[in-house]
């Protein structure tokens, strides 16, 4: 429905159609009028009105014809249809109504008689149109909650509410956006626009409706950006860089997760676009309420997941130096020289010790020592590639496995790691500390090394022999 509600007068009595017309928009409503039913659906169809008056007898036409043809049309059932005639009274209420009219209008009109059943019909239409977009509204609700209680990812469920809700209210620019009460900074979790845009952090003092809606932790909706008074001080900012904003109307809603305001559901529209009224926002508000416990679900399965992610990888780490230790070194070879066997690629292994490293905690003291373990697990975590692994055997020994290196391969990366250590001082600054590492070296498929205890043995056997060669060196 229009603010005035648009009436189609098809009638072929120019006279009466000036004097209906008149009427009508003396109280208030948009009249047309056509004297001819030859091409009333097309008209129909093109002018979207909200009330038909139709004679039943109009030249060139039937007007129980085009009741039935508006009858059966799926734009235009439900149109309601008053029909007009001189006929008896009797006769056309019963074929009329029949056909699907809903009402009958005798002629000669009384006026105060039209004017009173054609604001019963509209208020009758209106009720019925709203009911039917209740009812739209409901089923488009379940099947929305359906769809996000099949996702056990919180992003996924973001990504559907912000494209079922634009796809709903016929909008092209729906997001939600992550922040709390103090925030100045919110995080995109998605948008329908630009589905790529999400974990992008947006600067929150360019957008006043977010801010309000933290802050007043309410649901804020305007309808023309370019005049609402929120916007006084960002428009002067707009004007001054010279930016058009097509942003016209605007929705945000805050929601919250575990009784903790989480962020907002923001709609916007352009001026191309019929403007968000309060029906569009509670319709998206009692989306995303409906939503929040499958959202909770979600946040907690995630946070289950990425609690046992952190517990399993402080398992697998050297507490002092934080590359992995024995155990996870051990299970990690295994796989790799799995993987080598099966795919023919092959697989180094350097096992390196810091020379002397005993008078290092003799003369400088175990924290020192300490200090200077971590700072050489850093310097090789620093070398290794994303596919490298680096552990802490023992004590002041360290293992890097090197997948698909061969011999030249680890050759190169140990003399890389030969040259870094001796051009750098360890320790502080206060007591720099000079050290050498020596480092033996082991390649996979080997016939002496048929499992990961062999293999790690041969790159042992190497590392002593590099340390009896006189240290700083490395053999393989």
Known sequence: MTLAPKILIADDDETLNRTLSWVLKDSGYEVETISSGARLIE????????????????????????????KTHPQLKYLPVLMISSMPPEEATITTLGLGAADFIPKPIRIRELLARVKAHLRSSRELDQARAEARSRETMMDILREVTMSISSAEIYQILVRRVARGLNISKCSIILAGPSDSTGTVAAAYE?????SLEVDLKRYPEILETLDRQAMVLVQDVTTDPLYRGIRAEWEADGMIVPTKSVVSIPFSLREQLAGVFFLRTTAQDPPLNEADARFAQQVITAAVSALEKAHDVEAAVASREEMQRLAELDPLTETYNRRALTDRLAVEMDRANRFSTVLACLMIDIDNFKEVNDTYGHLVGDRVLRQFASMLQREQRAMDLVARYGGEEFVVLLPETGATGARIFAERILRDVGSRTFGDG?????????IGGATFPNASALDAASFL???DQNLYRAKREGRNCYRD
């Open 194 to 198: 630009n589905p790529n845009l999400r």
């Open 43 to 70: 008209r129909l169809l093109a002018g979207h009105y909200d009330l038909l008056l139709l004679d039943i007898l109009m030249p060139e036409s039937d007007g129980l014809s085009l009741l039935e043809g508006i």
């Open 457 to 459: 043995h041969l790159a």
């Open 430 to 438: 206060a007591s720099p500390i000079r050290l050498t590492v020596s």
